[in-house]
């Protein structure tokens, strides 16, 4: 992703996000909104990763979550669920 990357979101779309933000009984939709929320603010995805979540994230992380919203919209923010196989029960 270009060191440019920006999200632009319709009112209805920041709506969303604010809602899900602070609603949200899922806390990785919680966080991904509000990473999205400050990257529309204008922030970048590689300043929110390392300083702009109560954890450090990896910048790859959401520059991902950022075209994944682009494209899927809300649905690539609640799509791909943390944890992969360690959560599944065997």
């Keep these: ?8 979101l319709t009112q209805p779309q920041q709506q969303r996000l604010e809602d899900a ?5 899922r806390p990785y939709v919680r966080e991904r909104s509000a990473a999205l929320l400050k990257i529309a ?3 970048s995805p590689h300043w929110v990763a390392l300083h702009g979540l109560l ?11 950022v075209r994944r919203y682009q494209t899927m919209g809300f649905d690539g ?9 360690r959560r599944r029960c065997l």
Aim: proline share 11%; glycine share 12%; charged share 25%.
């Design 1 to 8: 992703m270009p060191v440019g990357c920006r999200l632009a």
């Design 21 to 25: 933000r602070d609603h949200d009984h």
């Design 55 to 65: 954890k450090p994230r990896d910048p790859d992380t959401l520059y991902a979550l």
């Design 41 to 43: 603010a204008g922030a």
């Design 77 to 85: 923010v609640v799509a791909h669920q943390p944890g992969g196989d």
